[in-house]
């Protein structure tokens, strides 16, 4: 890996890990897109599977208490099943294709979370925590990206957002597992290669984020966190959309 391929994946890490201090989410959303142009869609997405999990399990040690166990356990049951036929495409279709629907499913998914904060629609009951546990884990075993499906449930259900975040982690931290477990079943041997000094450096990144996050969080409105995600996350998966249409073309 180059030098500035290490620093991109550190920064790209170091920003993911602050946004999911204070929002509960928006990690895969901001580091996906870049990790997908440097290593590729299958090697860029498995990255993301690893480094989300060890960012969920670093923040949920501070909120830990907020969790709600019924409401994470529907959501990851189905998110295990939905990560199966996500693994398989993420293994079997062209890498240029993949990068475009990467690029494609961050947008569209971005754009729906934003108009669903706008319907007046309350949801409840177990179907919709199911619904959107299967999509979620099969967009984050295909894409990385498996936030927005139970972003648009947390709003649409009115979910308080301190238990909402909290509960986020020990998902997405089994999802990312089931998810990189998948991908080494379907497609063995094919584990990212940082080398050692890339793997410490995401690490390092990873750590400095929540650190990072967890100051900010003292001082910095929610909202604004939120915002600086959202920006960054469809620049992202514009780039990867962009890119991924020149590589089928060229």
């Known amino acids: 890996m180059t030098p500035l391929a290490l620093v991109t994946v550190a920064a790209a890490m170091f920003v993911g890990a602050v946004a999911q201090r204070l929002t509960g989410m928006g990690f895969a959303l901001v580091v996906s897109p870049f990790l997908v142009l440097l290593l590729g869609p299958f090697d860029g997405v498995m990255l993301v599977n ?147 000094v890339g793997w410490l450096a995401a690490l390092v990144a990873l750590i400095a984020g929540v650190i990072t996050g967890t100051l900010a969080a003292r001082r910095l409105h929610v909202r604004w966190a939120r915002l600086a995600v959202i920006v960054i996350a469809f620049g992202g998966a514009a780039v990867a959309l962009v890119s991924g249409i020149v590589d089928l073309v060229s």
């Open 50 to 196: 690893l480094a989300s999990i060890v960012s969920a399990l670093i923040v949920l040690v501070s909120v830990w208490r907020d969790v709600d166990p019924r409401a994470y356990g529907w959501m990851a049951s189905a998110a295990v099943v939905g990560v199966v036929p996500g693994a398989l495409l993420a293994a079997r279709v062209d890498p240029a294709v993949l990068e475009t629907i990467v690029g494609a499913v961050l947008l569209v998914s971005l754009t729906a979370s934003l108009l669903v904060a706008r319907l007046p629609i309350t949801l409840s009951g177990r179907a919709p925590r199911l619904v959107a546990g299967f999509a979620s884990g099969l967009m984050n075993a295909a894409a990385g990206v498996g936030g927005p499906a139970v972003s648009a449930y947390g709003i649409l259900s009115r979910w308080p957002q301190r238990s909402f975040a909290a509960t986020l982690q020990p998902y997405f931290a089994t999802v990312g597992l089931a998810s990189v477990v998948a991908k080494l079943i379907v497609a063995p041997g094919s584990f990212p290669d940082l080398g050692l």
